[in-house]
């Protein structure tokens, strides 16, 4: 459970903070789309193509509830509204040791099954 607050918010799963398999990434003023979730991948520091999800559910300073599953094919994020992104494990990693939350989020709540 997270609070978003102010404009730059992110989740971040990986290895590390150049090697990301999941970089989740809600905006509010997106200059190429306004309201838009971005997912991306990071490998040594060089980032891969965004995938950009014009429906955004979240509202500035609202109380929201984000699962993060990873499965065989990638990453199920479910969001509010039932709304969910499917996100491919470009990386393959077996291991991630990494997780950041960075920005503008409260985290209130963080579990790992």
Known sequence: M???KGTQREIDLGCDSND?????????HDEADGKVIVCN???EGCWGY???ETHNPFHRGS????TVKLTDEGFEVELPEGQEIQFPD????ETLSY??????IKLTSFKIY
């Open 50 to 52: 965004e995938q950009r």
């Open 90 to 93: 470009r990386r393959g990693l």
């Open 41 to 43: 991948s990071q490998c």
């Open 20 to 28: 990301l398999a999941l970089h989740f990434n809600p905006r509010f």
């Open 2 to 4: 997270s609070e978003l």
């Open 63 to 66: 109380k929201v509830k984000v």
């Open 99 to 104: 997780v950041r939350v960075k920005g503008h």
